[in-house]
């Protein structure tokens, strides 16, 4: 289990930038990757999110003063905190777990060597968001993680690039310590830049339940 304390740096092409704070609790569970992200937005109101990865991903959203948390598979293209680029799908990136997909090829990618998939979503998600076409993905060869991934539209135009700028080595493990994401449309971009992380923790399950 872990645990991130980081900061989304929106950086748009035109304006002043702008910084939200959150943290990020990681784990496993039977199902696959879960997590839990606390955020606060520029009036410091909380907003609060659940994300089941996996074969069978789901998501839910909470906010200061609402009632029980809401299924938000619907919302998962919306900003997390308004003007950002950071997304729901993002994080979960649940395109890792589809079925339907081509290899490409290779590339170089930041001077080293990426396998590339293109990503085809499944019916369900294309009739939730009829917009996405595909996910590209580069696969570093050597230690075989995501550098890159580059959602395109049904035409094969690029929509929005996802790229790990830096990593860190934390308690012996390599982590992210910084993503940017670039809205290839407005040209906006948003940083994901981890400011604190605790690795090897055990958290009770509980954690994870929607209920708390």
């Given at each position: 289990?872990?645990?991130?304390?980081?900061?989304?740096?929106?950086?748009?092409?035109?304006?002043?930038?702008?910084?939200?704070?959150?943290?990020?609790?990681?784990?496993?569970?039977?199902?696959?990757?879960?997590?839990?992200?606390?955020?606060?937005?520029?009036?410091?109101?909380?907003?609060?999110?659940?994300?089941?990865?996996?074969?069978?991903?789901?998501?839910?959203?909470?906010?200061?003063?609402?009632?029980?948390?809401?299924?938000?598979?619907?919302?998962?293209?919306?900003?997390?905190?308004?003007?950002?680029?950071?997304?729901?799908?993002?994080?979960?990136?649940?395109?890792?777990?589809?079925?339907?997909?081509?290899?490409?090829?290779?590339?170089k990618l930041l001077g080293r060597i990426a396998h590339v998939f293109?990503?085809?979503?499944?019916?369900?998600?294309?009739?939730?968001?009829?917009?996405?076409?595909?996910?590209?993905?580069?696969?570093?060869?050597?230690?075989?993680?995501?550098?890159?991934?580059?959602?395109?539209?049904?035409?094969?135009?690029?929509?929005?690039?996802?790229?790990?700028?830096?990593?860190?080595?934390?308690?012996?493990?390599?982590?992210?310590?910084?993503?940017?994401?670039?809205?290839?449309?407005?040209?906006?971009?948003?940083?994901?830049?981890?400011?604190?992380?605790?690795?090897?923790?055990?958290?009770?399950?509980?954690?994870?339940?929607?209920?708390?």
């Amino acid at each position: 289990d872990y645990y991130l304390q980081f900061e989304l740096k929106v950086r748009p092409r035109r304006g002043d930038e702008i910084v939200f704070s959150g943290r990020l609790w990681g784990s496993r569970n039977y199902l696959g990757p879960i997590s839990r992200i606390e955020l606060q937005d520029k009036d410091g109101q909380v907003r609060r999110y659940l994300l089941q990865n996996g074969s069978e991903p789901k998501a839910w959203s909470w906010r200061e003063g609402a009632g029980a948390p809401d299924m938000t598979n619907k919302h998962l293209f919306e900003p997390l905190v308004p003007q950002t680029e950071l997304t729901l799908f993002d994080l979960q990136m649940p395109y890792l777990y589809w079925r339907d997909f081509t290899f490409e090829g290779t590339s170089k990618l930041l001077g080293r060597i990426a396998h590339v998939f293109l990503l085809i979503p499944p019916e369900e998600m294309t009739e939730e968001y009829s917009a996405l076409g595909g996910v590209r993905v580069y696969l570093d060869t050597q230690y075989h993680a995501m550098v890159k991934s580059l959602q395109v539209d049904q035409q094969g135009q690029d929509l929005k690039t996802m790229t790990v700028r830096d990593i860190k080595k934390v308690s012996g493990r390599w982590i992210v310590k910084s993503i940017d994401l670039r809205n290839e449309v407005t040209r906006d971009k948003t940083r994901f830049q981890v400011v604190r992380a605790a690795l090897n923790l055990d958290f009770s399950p509980q954690l994870f339940t929607v209920d708390s």
